[in-house]
């Protein structure tokens, strides 16, 4: 496939990931726990796992190389507790900002893996993202004395488990299909979060009592969509890139909570969209005009 395609499944992937903060607060809003609402992410979306791999059932399917899969779970679910974690005391714009560090993160950890320097062109991306990422989220004139320094840590644990996730996608593992990759991680990420979230959802009641659908929605755009583009698409564009490219979570995350949660949105969050979306294009536009024609 060419190379945008798999540029389009990481931008894609990473746009699933903005919505779930809001749903997350919808879901506190309803009266349950950030802790009930993660575990419910990832418990469906365990259970989808095994239903696509049932649906896609072939008599060969490899598992070898299925520890290399490991990391990538763990890091998965660490994500999600600890982003989770971090809305009890942030509001989803500063939640969103906040993780969304895991951009040049990633890059530095990009880099050092590869022994290599940030070219110039990431440098100007990732100038430009966190210029818009200020912009976007409506931080300009806004009081965070008041935030406590709990929010801070969980928020930028999460930049940091999330940058590891993309990280340890770098890599394909040879022989072995996508839903079969898709079932490894989201296992080994559900048992992480049943370890140290709320497993007492399956026999406690609050899965009929409504938490079943910010589950569904939760396991399908938060482990299903993202977890099975990113396995396909990181090894083909690198992480370092990845990283960038994961910035369409920003303007998507804005754009929800303003509509669902009826957060204030201004003329500035908008010129920081725009500029997001700038930084995020200007890697793959470089690497364009590079080829030759």
């Known amino acids: 496939m060419p190379k945008w395609i798999y540029l389009a499944m990481v931008a894609f992937a ?4 903005g919505i779930l903060s809001t749903n997350i607060k919808l879901a506190m809003n309803a009266g349950f726990s950030a802790s009930e609402a993660v575990t419910a992410q990832y418990m469906t979306g365990f259970l989808l796992a095994i239903l696509l791999f049932a649906v896609t059932w072939r008599k060969r399917r490899s598992f070898t190389g299925w520890t290399s899969l490991i990391p990538a779970g763990i890091f998965t679910g660490l994500t999600g507790i600890i982003y989770g ?19 040049w993160i990633g890059m530095l950890i990009d880099c ?3 022994r290599r320097l940030p070219k110039k062109v990431e440098l100007y991306s990732l100038l430009l993202l966190f210029v818009g990422t200020i912009l976007a989220a409506g931080l300009i004139g806004t009081d965070l004395s ?5 929010g801070w840590a969980w928020g930028l644990g999460a930049a940091l488990s999330f940058a590891l996730f993309v990280f340890a996608n770098r890599k394909a593992v040879p022989g072995m299909d996508t839903t079969t990759r898709l079932l490894i991680t989201s296992l080994t990420a559900m ?6 979230q709320s497993p007492e959802i399956l026999w406690n009641g609050q899965i009929s009592e409504g938490l079943w659908k910010y589950g569904l929605l939760l396991g399908t755009f938060g482990i299903i969509v993202p977890v099975t583009l990113f396995s396909v698409a990181i090894p083909k564009v690198g992480s370092g890139l990845a990283s960038i490219l994961s910035a369409t979570e920003l303007p998507v995350a804005v754009t929800v909570s303003v509509l669902l949660l009826h957060e204030p949105f201004h003329a500035l969050q908008l010129a920081g969209i725009i500029v997001v979306l700038t930084g995020m294009l200007l890697p793959a536009w470089a690497e364009h005009r590079r080829r030759p024609a």
Do not use: D, M, N
């Not at 048992?191 to 140290?196: A, G």
């Open 14 to 17: 990473s746009a699933c990931y």
């Open 112 to 114: 050092i893996a590869s």
């Open 191 to 196: 048992l992480v979060v049943c370890v140290f």
């Open 146 to 150: 008041g935030i406590p320094w709990q």
């Open 85 to 103: 974690r971090s809305l009890i005391y942030l509001p989803a714009s500063l939640a969103v900002v906040l993780l969304f560090q895991f951009t």
